[in-house]
């Protein structure tokens, strides 16, 4: 017993000697704060603006394929969202390949009306989308427990989400660098392997960031489907904007947030729309639905059409969706704040 409290002892001491040999100090005047990330991206917005498009519609894209549905895969990864919850709360940490080294997940108990706070959905309609997932078994129920079976749908592993979310972390810190608040060079990389080093927590952010996002949109066009509608419009603007418009006139303008989204939609961004086809050809969405949906987004004054008959943004987009984009940015300041700083420590 004795020899048992000795080594016990010598093990925690050497420990102790261990961490505190270890233990970094960081300085603290390199640490960006969210104010700090979201002032720097509005202002360089015209840098930004297409990546974050392009970035923001691939999520999408990828979150309605899984199911051809985007409220069942939102139910997927607000129960892994909670279950990454528990593992950072336990200081439990998980990369890349280590979290996807089984297509079996094991999820944290759930009850129907926190998923429907959650995702701001009727309790009727997150209980059906769950018995859906139950029939496909994506979810299933083993003993006391839930498990969410991966095999049983596609693109699972989020290999080119990492790789874009990692080039706009990329683009961000640039801006920062250059202004002077960001010290770390990076490359892309470097994000990429810190990001799959750690990854139960990096993507925790990254899934706080986009839940309440999208969210936010449901809420703003009445469902998914029509915000996706309309981003696949938004993007094609931003490209043709981008695209179109000559280098003397881009130099002429303020590079901020409501500049560049005043010339997508007001300037030479809006000579070239998009039409249902097409849209239905790039989302997967049926080109049926995709009619309805603009029919409600023209009544709406989201969309309007172009002498080519193809949609375009309106006007209205500016007063409306921007402002509130505004406040739903700050999840996006937040998240790549959290990245950036783990990146300057690691």
Known sequence: MGHYLIDTCSFWVSNLIFTTMSLRQIDFSKVLNDDQVYDHMMESYDQLGRDWIVHQWTWLNNVYQ???????????????????????????????????????????????????????????????????????????????????????????????????????????????????????????KFIENIVKKNFSLCWRWFYRMQIPMVIGYHELFDDLATFHIWGTVAMNQAFDYKKNIDSSYVNSLTPDYMTFNKGVIEIKGSSTGISAMSISDMTNIPRATVIRKCKFLMKNNFLKLNDKKHYVMTGYNIPRVLTYQRKIFRYKAKFLRKVLNLLTIS
Request: with cysteine; charged share 30%; hydrophobic share 35%.
């Open 66 to 188: 899984a199911f051809r549905d985007h409220y069942k895969y939102l139910i997927i990864i607000s129960l892994v969202e909670k279950t990454l919850q528990f593992y950072d709360q336990m200081n439990i940490q998980y990369s890349f390949d280590q979290f996807y080294s089984k297509s079996n997940l094991f999820v944290e108990k759930f009850i129907i009306s926190d998923l429907c706070e959650k995702l701001q959905l009727p309790k009727e309609t997150v209980r059906r989308k769950v018995l859906e997932l139950e029939k496909l078994g994506a979810l299933k129920r083993q003993k006391k427990q839930l498990v969410i079976d991966r095999s049983i749908f596609p693109t699972v592993k989020p290999e080119r989400q990492i790789k874009l979310t990692s080039k706009y972390v990329y683009k961000v810190s640039e801006i920062l660098n250059k202004d002077g608040v960001y010290t770390k060079k990076l490359d892309t």
